[in-house]
Protein backbone atom coordinates (compact mmCIF):
# COMPACT_ATOMS: atom_id res chain seq x y z
CA UNK A 1 0.00 0.00 0.00
CA UNK A 2 1.47 3.47 -1.04
CA UNK A 3 2.57 6.12 1.10
CA UNK A 4 3.01 9.96 0.16
CA UNK A 5 4.63 12.50 2.17
CA UNK A 6 5.21 16.27 1.61
CA UNK A 7 8.40 16.78 2.98
CA UNK A 8 8.30 20.71 2.94
CA UNK A 9 4.98 20.25 5.03
CA UNK A 10 6.26 17.78 7.26
CA UNK A 11 2.72 15.64 6.21
CA UNK A 12 2.77 12.24 5.80
CA UNK A 13 -0.40 10.18 4.33
CA UNK A 14 -1.13 6.52 4.61
CA UNK A 15 -5.12 6.24 3.66
CA UNK A 16 -5.52 5.33 0.28
CA UNK A 17 -8.42 7.78 -0.28
CA UNK A 18 -6.58 10.68 0.99
CA UNK A 19 -3.75 9.63 -1.39
CA UNK A 20 -5.76 9.09 -4.01
CA UNK A 21 -7.41 12.38 -3.86
CA UNK A 22 -4.38 14.46 -3.65
CA UNK A 23 -2.74 12.58 -6.72
CA UNK A 24 -6.20 13.13 -8.62
CA UNK A 25 -5.74 16.46 -8.19
CA UNK A 26 -2.94 16.88 -9.74
CA UNK A 27 -3.50 14.82 -12.70
CA UNK A 28 -1.37 11.61 -11.57
CA UNK A 29 -3.54 8.15 -11.78
CA UNK A 30 -2.75 5.76 -8.94
CA UNK A 31 -4.79 2.98 -8.71
CA UNK A 32 -4.68 -0.56 -6.48
CA UNK A 33 -4.23 -3.61 -8.54
CA UNK A 34 -4.17 -7.39 -7.69
CA UNK A 35 -2.83 -10.62 -10.14
CA UNK A 36 -6.01 -12.16 -11.33
CA UNK A 37 -4.54 -15.32 -10.12
CA UNK A 38 -1.35 -16.57 -7.43
CA UNK A 39 1.49 -15.75 -8.70
CA UNK A 40 4.45 -18.20 -8.25
CA UNK A 41 7.29 -16.94 -6.56
CA UNK A 42 9.66 -17.10 -9.24
CA UNK A 43 7.09 -16.49 -11.99
CA UNK A 44 8.50 -15.49 -15.51
CA UNK A 45 8.02 -12.38 -17.37
CA UNK A 46 5.30 -13.46 -19.53
CA UNK A 47 2.98 -15.17 -16.26
CA UNK A 48 3.41 -12.02 -14.61
CA UNK A 49 2.05 -10.23 -18.00
CA UNK A 50 -0.85 -12.90 -18.09
CA UNK A 51 -1.87 -12.42 -14.30
CA UNK A 52 -2.58 -8.87 -14.89
CA UNK A 53 -4.02 -9.22 -18.20
CA UNK A 54 -7.34 -8.89 -17.46
CA UNK A 55 -6.89 -5.59 -15.88
CA UNK A 56 -3.54 -4.23 -18.55
CA UNK A 57 -5.74 -4.98 -21.61
CA UNK A 58 -8.73 -2.00 -20.32
CA UNK A 59 -6.13 0.12 -19.94
CA UNK A 60 -3.84 -0.32 -22.91
CA UNK A 61 -6.55 0.10 -24.70
CA UNK A 62 -8.43 3.35 -23.08
CA UNK A 63 -4.29 5.19 -22.91
CA UNK A 64 -3.61 3.61 -26.58
CA UNK A 65 -0.70 1.50 -25.60
CA UNK A 66 1.02 -0.47 -27.11
CA UNK A 67 3.54 -2.46 -25.75
CA UNK A 68 4.01 -4.20 -22.15
CA UNK A 69 6.80 -5.56 -20.27
CA UNK A 70 8.38 -6.67 -16.93
CA UNK A 71 11.52 -5.10 -15.77
CA UNK A 72 13.39 -6.28 -12.57
CA UNK A 73 16.01 -4.27 -10.55
CA UNK A 74 17.80 -5.76 -7.67
CA UNK A 75 21.45 -5.68 -5.99
CA UNK A 76 22.38 -8.17 -8.07
CA UNK A 77 21.32 -6.64 -11.36
CA UNK A 78 24.03 -5.62 -13.42
CA UNK A 79 25.23 -1.76 -13.99
CA UNK A 80 22.87 -1.31 -10.53
CA UNK A 81 25.29 1.74 -10.31
CA UNK A 82 24.40 3.19 -14.36
CA UNK A 83 20.54 2.05 -13.61
CA UNK A 84 20.29 4.14 -10.42
CA UNK A 85 21.55 7.61 -11.93
CA UNK A 86 19.16 6.79 -15.05
CA UNK A 87 16.44 6.91 -12.65
CA UNK A 88 17.45 9.45 -9.46
CA UNK A 89 18.05 12.34 -11.21
CA UNK A 90 14.92 14.82 -12.09
CA UNK A 91 13.62 14.03 -15.54
CA UNK A 92 10.20 14.34 -18.14
CA UNK A 93 9.24 11.87 -20.62
CA UNK A 94 7.25 12.74 -23.61
CA UNK A 95 4.43 10.56 -22.70
CA UNK A 96 2.79 8.87 -19.73
CA UNK A 97 4.92 6.78 -17.51
CA UNK A 98 2.78 4.21 -16.11
CA UNK A 99 3.98 1.23 -13.78
CA UNK A 100 2.39 -1.63 -11.67
CA UNK A 101 4.75 -2.40 -9.27
CA UNK A 102 4.45 -6.31 -9.05
CA UNK A 103 7.17 -6.69 -6.09
CA UNK A 104 9.36 -4.86 -4.20
CA UNK A 105 8.85 -1.29 -3.73
CA UNK A 106 10.33 2.20 -4.98
CA UNK A 107 9.82 5.96 -4.63
CA UNK A 108 8.78 8.48 -7.04
CA UNK A 109 9.34 11.83 -6.34
CA UNK A 110 7.55 14.94 -8.07
CA UNK A 111 8.54 18.26 -8.58
CA UNK A 112 5.07 20.74 -9.32
CA UNK A 113 5.95 23.98 -10.07
CA UNK A 114 2.55 24.92 -10.94
CA UNK A 115 1.83 24.29 -7.23
CA UNK A 116 4.73 26.77 -5.69
CA UNK A 117 7.43 24.46 -6.50
CA UNK A 118 5.73 21.56 -4.36
CA UNK A 119 7.84 18.45 -3.82
CA UNK A 120 6.40 14.95 -2.55
CA UNK A 121 7.13 11.59 -2.83
CA UNK A 122 4.93 8.44 -3.20
CA UNK A 123 6.27 4.80 -1.76
CA UNK A 124 4.76 2.76 -4.09
CA UNK A 125 4.80 -1.06 -3.51
CA UNK A 126 3.31 -4.53 -4.80
CA UNK A 127 0.00 -3.30 -5.92
CA UNK A 128 0.59 0.03 -6.66
CA UNK A 129 -0.69 1.52 -10.27
CA UNK A 130 0.68 4.51 -11.30
CA UNK A 131 0.34 7.03 -14.31
CA UNK A 132 3.13 9.80 -14.43
CA UNK A 133 1.65 12.07 -17.17
CA UNK A 134 3.95 12.92 -20.12
CA UNK A 135 5.95 15.98 -19.28
CA UNK A 136 5.62 16.05 -15.53
CA UNK A 137 8.82 16.49 -13.65
CA UNK A 138 9.66 13.43 -11.65
CA UNK A 139 12.97 11.05 -10.56
CA UNK A 140 12.60 7.35 -9.19
CA UNK A 141 14.66 6.17 -6.20
CA UNK A 142 14.98 2.36 -6.55
CA UNK A 143 15.71 2.55 -2.60
CA UNK A 144 18.56 0.73 -0.49
CA UNK A 145 18.58 -2.27 -0.88
CA UNK A 146 16.92 -2.01 -4.16
CA UNK A 147 13.98 -4.68 -5.14
CA UNK A 148 11.50 -3.57 -8.17
CA UNK A 149 9.50 -5.94 -10.07
CA UNK A 150 7.15 -3.66 -12.44
CA UNK A 151 5.45 -3.93 -15.56
CA UNK A 152 5.50 -0.83 -18.00
CA UNK A 153 3.06 -0.07 -20.67
CA UNK A 154 4.39 2.28 -23.78
CA UNK A 155 2.87 4.20 -26.46
CA UNK A 156 6.17 4.19 -27.91
CA UNK A 157 9.59 2.88 -26.21
CA UNK A 158 11.07 6.06 -27.60
CA UNK A 159 8.54 7.92 -25.63
CA UNK A 160 10.89 6.70 -22.75
CA UNK A 161 13.82 7.99 -22.86
CA UNK A 162 14.23 10.76 -20.15
CA UNK A 163 14.80 14.72 -20.26
CA UNK A 164 17.06 15.47 -17.87
CA UNK A 165 16.23 18.96 -16.18
CA UNK A 166 19.44 19.64 -14.70
CA UNK A 167 17.60 21.34 -11.76
CA UNK A 168 19.63 19.89 -9.16
CA UNK A 169 16.36 19.63 -7.00
CA UNK A 170 16.27 15.67 -6.80
CA UNK A 171 19.54 16.40 -4.53
CA UNK A 172 17.73 17.95 -2.04
CA UNK A 173 14.76 15.33 -1.63
CA UNK A 174 15.23 11.63 0.02
CA UNK A 175 12.88 9.55 1.59
Known amino acids: MATLRIPDKNVTLRDPSAIQQFLDARGILYERW ?8 AA ?7 AYDHLLKPLMEKGGYQTADVISVDEHTTNLEGIREKFIREHTHSEDEVRVFVEGQGYFWFHKEDREDEVFALLCEQGDLISVPADTKHWFDLGNPPKVR ?5 TDQTGWVPHYTSSGIDQRYRW
Open 150 to 154: AIRLF
Open 44 to 50: TNEQVLE
Open 34 to 41: SAGHGLPS
